[in-house]
Structure formats: C-alpha cells, structure tokens
Nanobody, 115 residues
C-alpha cells in the first residue's frame, strides 16, 4: 500500500504564494506519473498539473504561468509551487500517484486564499 503525505498548505492572502509537497512511500516513485488535483466545496475534483516519469508536464489553462509542478525522484517527492494565488484557488488539494494499474491518493490538504 502506497502512502502519499501532503504538506505545505494553509492560509494566504491573494497574490501570495504557497509550495505544496507530497512524499510517497513508493520505492519506484520515479516510474509513475504524479499529479495534483483540487476540489472546492460543491465542485468536482479537477486536475491542476501533472508530471510524467520523463518530466513532461501538463497544466489546466487557468493555472498556466502561476503554478509549477516538479519532482525529486531521489526523495520520492512531488512539489507544487503556487504563485499569484487567487481566492478561487481555495480548495482541498490532493496528490495522486498514477500508473497503468495503480492509482493512489493523498489525504488532501487545505489551501485557503483570502481576498
């Protein structure tokens, strides 16, 4: 059973920055696609960015230029740098580890952006 532990969330003012981290207990972390998702109250969970094992990244249009995903395979950790945060970025953010037959989720971490 893979465990994903998120950290770095909290309360920030609009225009501020936060850096989320997700550490995985998976030995072969570097072979998986990692992603960050978020879910705001009353809304569906949506993909924020993802990063493949060869470090190809994909971003939702609303986050391009503001959010940056990166990974440190040596430490089995994926990061999400969030800049120029907006109140509409307020949500619970989830880390995801995805493979052909594998899909694991973190417990989620709250990010709140005040106006």
């Amino acid at each position: 059973q893979v465990q994903l532990v998120e950290s770095g969330g909290g309360l920030v003012q609009a225009g501020g920055s936060l850096r989320l981290a997700c550490r995985a207990s998976e030995t072969f972390f570097g072979t998986y696609t990692m992603g960050w998702y978020r879910q705001a109250p009353g809304k569906q969970r949506e993909l924020v960015p993802s990063i493949t094992n060869d470090r190809t990244t994909s971003y939702a249009d609303s986050m391009k230029g503001r959010f940056t995903i990166s990974r440190d395979n040596a430490n089995s950790t994926v990061y999400l740098q969030m800049d120029s945060l907006k109140p509409e970025d307020t949500a619970v953010y989830y880390c995801n580890l995805h493979g052909v037959l594998t899909d694991y989720w973190g417990q989620g971490i709250q990010v709140t952006v005040s106006s």
